[in-house]
């Protein structure tokens, strides 16, 4: 049984920084693709940040430049730092992974984490 366990969410002041993790525990053989998605109220989920097992990043238009994604391979973790956040950040932040277990090539969900940015 493969989870994901995120952690690293909060409440932020606009102009304020925070680094979400996301570590994938379980039977794993090999990890391709991990990524970041936001859902915010009433919203669909959308794509942040992607990452390939190679190391090439995309990013949502919106916070490019502002946010980095990140693996360590060792560890089964992806991170996303944020900086310069904004009001319209706050989302509920899941992390998603392609990888192979012993159910073969899937996709998993990590819990989700809240992210809220006010002042």
């Known amino acids: 049984q493969v989870q994901l366990v995120e952690s690293g969410g909060g409440l932020v002041q606009p102009g304020g920084s925070l680094r979400l993790s996301c570590r994938a525990s379980g039977i794993i053989f090999s990890i391709n693709r991990m990524g970041w998605y936001r859902q915010a109220p009433g919203k669909q989920r959308d794509l942040v940040a992607g990452?390939?097992?190679?190391?090439?990043?995309t990013y949502a238009a919106s916070v490019k430049g502002r946010f980095t994604i990140s693996r360590d391979n060792a560890k089964d973790t992806v991170y996303l730092q944020m900086n310069s956040l904004k009001s319209e950040d706050t989302a509920v932040y899941y992390c998603?992974?392609?990888?192979?277990?012993?159910?073969?090539?899937?996709?998993?969900w990590g819990q989700g984490t809240q992210v809220t940015v006010s002042s």
């Open positions: 998603n992974v392609d990888l192979y277990g012993v159910g073969g090539l899937r996709d998993y």
């Open positions: 990452i390939s097992s190679g190391g090439i990043t």
